[in-house]
């Protein structure tokens, strides 16, 4: 079994930092300072940390591991005359996630996104969820002049999201994706390995996996595990195969997704780890989403690439929902894939 | 300013269940009125005076209650579904952090809405609250069912922040800024001879008709009623000649429903006080408890001095403590009789 308070506490601190795609450090900081001594670390040009950790063998096949540090976000992209913050989503974020939610900047700053009263809107635009172009962020501001002693062009603001746990062992924050995966892994760093592993916490997943991209380059891997979040759909109204996978039923392993067909054998092999040891597994029933996988498996003239994933609902929103069982299943088939990898020839 | 409005913002008092925001209210009441007390109504009175002094009394007023949802039916695995207490805004539900306020307390959940995937063809319009559900992190209803109990009320939960200068953010500034105003007036006056006695209302269910105003109105012995609430403060995407401008002071409604006499005597202390002020005339009825207020008995001569007010009925609603605080004066004003500063 696990070591839960360990990994949750990780979670719980992960959760809690800002860093959108491009705007990393504060994650990046955190995790270099909870990397144990022996491991070589590296940041590469682009932000990717780079953590290599010797283990009791050296595998035949290079194995890469890999999640996430950045998670979506805004940036302001005009203060307008009277004040207000214009702004662009950094990463894919919907509209209806955005009305109505304070957001924060790096100086602690608060803003909020609405627009007029629905007393004043004709039955036209009630209809109508309005587009995010059409918003923008109020921080009290009474014209530029002030707005820019508080925020400007360029600077990154995030969703206030608070971390908790509630009902029956799920939690629930914003950035748990995929700052979940980098509690993963950062557990597993701690820990003893059975092989030597690279483990690497990518930049830039949301607006494009580019930083995996660089980082397969450099590593040059034979086999990537990569950590993840995965849209879970099982909520009142959905049903069957749109519900795409579970909480409560453990790891999601992938067979394909929108960016990457994955490894068959790996994905039988992860599956198989999973039953071996006794934990919760599934797949996921509908072709979405996509992660750092598309870049890995393509890179370096290929990559055999495998997902691990916590079923998680409201992604990308300042509330996701997982169930602690789960996040603790990924860490297990994790850990037992590595030894089951490390044995392939 | 700050404290008491955090103190008020953070109770819960959704219309009919209005048990947290009057205790807070009748907490800070209690300064002033020593009798403050809150009804089974869900409303806080006091009376600040002598009922046999034969001086005219007035009443200060202010809804207690905020929008929220109610909880209706508990679906098999573990969802509530809600109805509006109150006009909540549709645009904002997806993905909300809410309370459901339980008998045994408060639990959290997440208010979901269909992902894209599911409901493709509803992607860009707004969803209906029959279509919500709040997930509670239960896995069944008999699990639920431990916790939470249909009647319920959720509640978005957002606690006062500060924004740039004299602005701050909350859930349930309509109307807590009002009651923050009315106790801001009772401080000015404090220990002064009024040519008034005071009666003070905090009224329950507001947001579903000024039922509570209806009911404690009919107790009270007021000649002479103030109301406050909120009203639409301008912002870019509305109609610049339906809205008060934030910041620019209390917006002293007129109206064929107000009282004409009072209205002008507002107008003219606040001229006198220098107290910042806007007119907001209205056609007809206020939509506001002054409309019951003033048909109350044989009629109780009302006024209502609002308060400008950003996104009304989100949890993200704005205001600038310079128009509570002078809304709070003009009150305090009028209560003197326009004798000395406010």
New interface residues.
């Given amino acids: 079994m696990s070591e839960n308070k360990e990994l949750f506490d990780l979670t719980e601190k992960l959760s809690k930092l800002c860093g959108t795609s491009g705007d990393e450090g504060a994650v990046r900081d955190f995790i270099s300072s909870r990397i144990p001594a022996g491991c070589t670390v590296t940041t590469d040009s682009i932000g990717n940390l780079i953590v290599f950790k010797k283990g009791a063998q050296t595998p035949a096949k290079k194995i890469m591991y890999c999640a996430h540090m950045d998670e979506v976000g805004f940036i302001v992209t005009y203060v307008?005359e009277?004040?207000?913050l214009k702004f662009a989503p950094v990463g894919g974020i919907?509209s209806?996630?955005v009305?109505?939610?304070?957001v924060v900047f790096a100086n602690g700053?608060?803003?909020?996104?609405?627009?007029?009263?629905?007393?004043?809107l004709t039955s036209d635009e009630?209809?109508?969820?309005?587009k995010i172009e059409?918003l923008?962020i109020?921080?009290?501001?009474?014209n530029a002049e002030?707005?820019r002693?508080?925020a400007d062009q360029g600077d990154f603001c995030y969703f206030m999201?608070?971390y908790?746990e509630?009902?029956?062992?799920?939690i629930?924050g914003k950035a748990l994706d995929d700052r979940a995966g980098c509690a993963v892994m950062l557990t597993m760093l701690n820990e003893e390995l059975p092989y030597d592993a690279y483990f690497v916490f990518t930049v830039q997943e949301e607006i494009g996996t580019r930083g995996a991209q660089c980082a397969a380059f450099t590593v040059k891997p034979d086999i990537a595990v990569i950590l993840e979040t995965t849209?879970a759909?099982?909520?009142?109204?959905?049903e069957d195969e749109?519900e795409?996978c579970r909480l409560?039923e453990g790891v999601v392993v992938s067979f394909m997704d929108r960016s990457t067909i994955y490894d068959r054998e790996l994905y039988r092999l992860a599956r198989r780890a999973a039953d071996d040891i006794g934990v919760k597994n599934q797949t996921k029933s509908?072709i979405?989403g996509g992660n750092d996988s598309g870049a890995v498996h393509k890179a370096v003239g290929g990559v055999r690439t495998a997902a691990l994933s916590v079923p998680t609902?409201?992604l990308h929103?300042?509330?996701c929902?997982m169930k602690k069982e789960d996040v603790t299943a990924v860490l297990d088939t994790a850990r037992e894939l590595l030894k089951r990898l490390g044995e392939l020839q | 300013m700050d404290e008491i409005l955090e103190k008020l913002c953070a109770a819960n008092g959704v219309s009919g269940a209005e048990d947290g925001a009057c205790e807070a209210a009748r907490a800070l009441l209690a300064q002033y009125a020593p009798d403050a007390a809150a009804d089974r109504f869900g409303c806080v009175t006091g009376f600040i005076g002598d009922r046999n002094n034969g001086k005219p009394t007035v009443m200060l007023e202010a809804h207690i209650d905020e929008i929220g949802f109610i909880v209706t039916y508990i679906d098999e695995d573990g969802f509530l579904k809600v109805g509006n207490c109150g006009g909540t805004d549709r645009r904002l539900y997806a993905a909300q952090t809410v309370n459901v306020h339980c008998e045994s307390g408060d639990i959290r959940g997440v208010i979901c809405t269909l992902p894209p995937h599911v409901a493709a063809d509803n992607k860009d319009k707004t969803q209906k609250t029959s279509d919500i559900a709040i997930d509670v992190g239960f896995p069944s209803r008999e699990a639920a069912e431990k916790v939470v109990s249909p009647g319920d009320r959720v509640t978005i939960d957002n606690r006062l922040a500060k924004l740039a200068g004299t602005r701050r953010t909350a859930k349930a500034l309509d109307d807590r800024a009002g009651v923050a105003a009315v106790l801001h007036a009772l401080e000015l006056v404090k220990g002064r001879e009024l040519p008034y006695n005071i009666e003070v209302l905090f009224a329950s269910q507001e947001e579903v008709g000024s039922r509570g105003a209806i009911i404690s109105a009919f107790n009270s012995r007021a000649d002479i009623a103030l109301a406050t609430d909120v009203s639409f403060a301008y912002t870019s995407d509305a109609k610049k000649h339906e809205c008060g401008v934030m910041g620019k002071g209390a917006m002293i409604g007129v109206s064929p429903v107000l009282d004409r006499e009072i209205t002008v005597e507002l107008k003219k202390l606040a001229a006198d006080k220098k107290i910042p002020f806007q007119t907001e005339v209205m056609g007809r009825s206020t939509g506001t408890d002054a409309d019951d207020i003033s048909v109350s008995h044989g009629g109780i001569r009302t006024a209502l001095i609002s308060i400008p007010l950003k996104y009304m009925h989100t949890p993200v609603e704005v205001i600038d403590t310079v128009d509570v605080e002078a809304v709070g004066r003009l009150m305090a004003a009028f209560l003197t009789g326009g004798e000395g500063d406010v």
Avoid: M, N, W
């Fill in positions: 307008c009277d004040g207000r919907s209806s996630v009305f109505g939610r304070r700053t608060v803003g909020v996104i609405a627009a007029k009263a629905l007393h004043q009630e209809e109508k969820q309005p059409d923008a109020d921080i009290g501001a009474e002030e707005a002693k508080y999201g608070s908790e509630f009902g029956d062992g799920f629930k849209t759909c099982d909520i009142a109204g959905s749109k795409v409560g509908l979405a609902r409201y929103s300042p509330s929902v």
